[in-house]
Nanobody
């Protein structure tokens, strides 16, 4: 069975930092592109950023310069470092893994999510 388990969420003040982790099992982690998504109450799920199996990263405009994605293939874990947090970052954050062939997704997995709340 495949599992993606997020951790590290919590309550933080504006301007603070958090680091989220996503531990994967049941897949050959190094072959997968990994992504972070978030969903705020009453809003659609949106991409936060991603890191490919080759280590290339990309970020959504609202988090550029504040968030950083990294991966440790030896630990089967992807991280989301969040700095300078704002109230609008409040959401449930989800981890995603996908395997691509010629740019096309072949298989996709999701974690259960972890709550991040940024409040004055």
């Amino acid at each position: 069975q495949v599992q993606l388990v997020e951790s590290g969420g919590g309550l933080v003040q504006p301007g603070g930092s958090l680091r989220l982790s996503c531990a994967a099992s049941g897949i050959v982690f190094s072959l997968y592109d990994m992504g972070w998504y978030r969903q705020a109450p009453g809003k659609q799920r949106e991409l936060v950023g991603a890191i490919t199996s080759g280590g290339t990263t990309n970020y959504a405009d609202p988090v550029k310069g504040r968030f950083t994605i990294s991966r440790d293939n030896a630990k089967n874990t992807v991280y989301l470092q969040m700095n300078s947090l704002k109230p609008e970052d409040t959401a449930v954050y989800y981890c995603n893994a996908d395997r691509r062939l010629l740019g096309q997704v072949q298989v996709e997995y999701w974690g259960q999510g972890t709550q991040v709340t940024v409040s004055p």
